[in-house]
């Protein structure tokens, strides 16, 4: 039998060509908030090469566009200095100068834009690969084992105004406040009533500033009943029942927010402020792990979409680990830390003699917990109703609630279509489940320079209630790298080596692509291809 002849290979593939990896570690921590600490230093006690790397403090630029919190505009001149607030963060966190003390390479003001280990399709790797950044440059580096520790990000509902400075999310208040001292404002309303609003506004007050009301749309608040009362001791109202309407403004932002009774919009009140605070709730940041191709569920329980996780952190990807809030809301961060850096040193061979880690596992008190994504999905509906279809729904892309309802294309290609006219989310799923990323490539949502912080789940929650079906069954969009905003020169800054950047002249070396397509399949290909045309 005649062996099939084989066409000779690609010159032009990446295949068997070196990727220029600038430093390599054992273990490679993304986020030194508790968890990411407790792990580096975990690993770097047991002698193993370690690397911490957080973004924070971000650049005044990345501020501005609400990554990666939902910093809403309220951060005074001090973000513009970034020397002030690298020692901000060093003195709000302690374990970073442990971790210093223990050898760990700790990185600040470092993005972790992209991360790959070898799965099919990338078999050629011979390590993990990360994708760091800084304001000037790019760079890989290799790595062992990785650990994610990136935390949590603020779930957003907008209303009337919200794109306005002043309205911002818990986590970039926080961060603003206590990380940064950076945060601008005086006179605070608070949006949600369970204990990540309750902390907030305790914070507030504990900081000098006024918090002159909760905002909560189910009829009690949803927090301990100690912290609220605490809070209307110290003279905080709790207005149940109602949602924001409209956060009135000038040129320096917001100055009232106007709230509408869940159950009768005509009904209004309007509260003087300068800072509307959304905390709803918070959202595991799992885009690294997605990239990655770990497996995730979706867990409402544990704040939604999260990894496939071991007790340990072990991700269905053998060189990950994940720890803290990113791999479930709830539970002690810094134990969590500690358990993923013990895991990871034991697939290295440098397992620590010391006593296993116990936790108490307290009940989960977040709203919405306990009920699936009903919290949510209470919320959605009710400022869906109050607000109306010409609420922003993406405020980077200009899309609106109707335009998500009606699936409109963007305004700026003016459509004049009335087969588009007729479709909906109804009529869409009619032809199948819907998805995010569909409906990302027919209206814009969530494509913006905040890449979907400030909106993707209102987007996925207005879907569900859009086309009649349960919140659960509508997938989450896909992440890419990269998965931090990043200038393209600052992407562009590498140096390959000759053999990868011998043969990119054409766009990623595919030959057919400047084939004509008639060519294809007959002698003319050949032809062109032994001659090496048309290069």
């Not at 010159?11 to 390599?24: L, Q």
């Not at 969590?336 to 013990?342: F, I, L, Q, V």
Request: aromatic share 6%.
């Amino acid at each position: 039998m005649t062996e099939p002849t084989l066409p000779p290979p690609d010159r032009y593939s990446i295949a068997g060509k070196s990727i220029t990896i600038e430093e390599h570690v054992e273990i490679l921590v993304v986020g030194a908030g508790d968890a990411g600490c407790a792990a580096a230093i975990e690993a770097a006690k047991a002698g193993a090469s370690v690397m911490l790397v957080d973004e924070n403090p971000v650049s005044a630029g990345l501020v501005g566009m609400d990554v990666p919190f939902y910093f809403g505009g309220r951060a005074t001149n001090a973000v513009q200095t970034p020397e002030r607030l690298v020692e901000r963060v060093l003195e709000s966190n302690p374990a970073l100068a442990e971790a210093f003390e223990v050898g760990v390479d700790v990185r600040l003001s470092t993005s972790v834009w992209g991360a790959w280990v070898k799965v099919p399709g990338l078999n050629g790797l011979t390590c993990g690969i990360a994708g760091l950044a800084s304001e000037e440059k790019s760079w890989l580096v290799g790595f062992d084992r990785l650990v994610l520790a990136t935390g949590a990000r603020d779930l957003n509902f907008t209303f009337a105004g919200s794109d306005q400075p002043g309205v911002m999310g818990a986590q970039g208040f926080h961060t603003l406040l206590t990380r940064y001292d950076a945060f601008a404002g005086r006179r605070l309303v608070v949006v949600g009533s369970g204990e990540l609003a309750m902390d907030m506004a305790a914070l507030a007050l504990d900081r000098g500033l006024d918090v002159v009301a909760l905002v909560e749309v189910r009829d009690d608040a949803q927090g301990p009943a100690e912290k609220v009362a605490v809070l209307v001791e110290r003279g905080v109202e709790i207005v149940t029942g109602h949602v924001p309407l409209r956060a009135k403004g000038n040129a320096e932002g917001v100055t009232g927010l106007l709230v509408a009774s869940r159950d009768d919009a005509g009904r209004q009140r309007e509260i003087a402020c300068d800072t509307v605070v959304m905390a709803v709730g918070t959202v595991p940041v799992i885009e690294l792990l997605d990239v990655l191709g770990g497996k995730r569920e979706l867990a409402p329980e544990r704040g939604g979409h999260v990894p496939v996780v071991s007790e340990d952190g072990a991700t269905t990807l053998p060189r990950v680990f994940v720890a803290g809030d990113c791999a479930g809301l709830g539970g002690d961060a810094a134990v969590s830390g500690m358990r993923a850096g013990r895991a990871a040193l034991r697939t290295l061979g440098k397992a620590p003699e010391v006593a296993e880690i116990s936790e108490d596992v307290a009940q989960d008190n977040r709203p919405g917990a306990q009920d699936g994504l009903g919290y949510q999905t209470d919320w959605a509906s009710a400022m869906l109703a109050t607000g109306g279809p010409d609420v922003l729904a993406c405020i980077c892309e200009d899309v609106t609630r109707g335009d998500l309802l009606g699936v409109k294309p963007p305004r700026y290609l003016d459509w004049r279509s009335n087969t588009i006219a007729r479709r909906d989310l109804t009529t869409l799923a009619e032809d199948g489940p819907v998805n995010q990323d569909q409906i990302k490539r027919l209206t814009r949502a969530c494509m913006g320079p905040c890449q979907a912080r400030r909106c993707r789940e209102q987007v996925a929650l207005i879907m569900a209630i859009g086309a009649g079906v349960s919140p659960e069954t509508v997938p989450l969009a896909g992440y890419r790298t990269p998965v931090r905003p990043l200038p393209l020169s600052v992407l562009a800054d590498w140096d390959e080596g000759a053999d990868m950047d011998a043969g990119w002249n054409v766009w990623f070396g595919i030959a057919t692509q400047w084939i004509g397509y008639d060519d294809i399949g007959t002698t003319r290909e050949a032809e062109q291809l032994r001659a090496g045309m048309p290069y």
